[in-house]
């Protein structure tokens, strides 16, 4: 008898920086599947605040009692890279209905690229739906404490950039 294949998922995203809202969803998508492999886009956006080796060694460091949660940046195609992984499903966490029209179009022209990769969305918590890197990065550049909306190491490495800028 074959052994079974493990089920892997990729949970893409740019993770600039990683929020609890991310750490939510990766924590749901490893009780769901044998493996899931948060995959960091590298070239996010033109200046992203931290490198794409940044972003996976916080990743890494917050996830790293997580035996079946694996950090990698990825570049190209996600269809390509997911198929490389081997993976089953792509998930995706939606927090609002405004979320849903991007999602659904990224899911769909996934499906059509890669047929054979599954999209699964997956809802946080409810406290982390207003939750976004992107408002985390601005509040914290204006002086706003972010304890709470990301892991403790994630506003260490914050403050740390902030120090030296
Ligand atoms: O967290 P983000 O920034 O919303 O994630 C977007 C991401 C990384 C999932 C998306 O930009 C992506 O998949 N980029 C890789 C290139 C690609 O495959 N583009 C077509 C997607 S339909």
Redesign the pocket.
Known sequence: MSTPRERVAVY?????PLTNGHVDIILRGARLFDRIVV?I?RH??KTPLFSAAERVAMATEVFQDHPNVEVES????????AERRRALA?V?GLRAVSDFE?EL???L??RR?GPAIETVFMMPAEQYTYVS?RLVKEVFALGAPVTGLVPDLVEARLRQKRARS
């Open positions: 893409p995203g740019s993770f600039d995959a886009l996010a956006e990825f570049d190209g195609l996600l269809v390509d890279y792509i995706r991007y179009q990224m899911a022209m996934n690229l890197s």
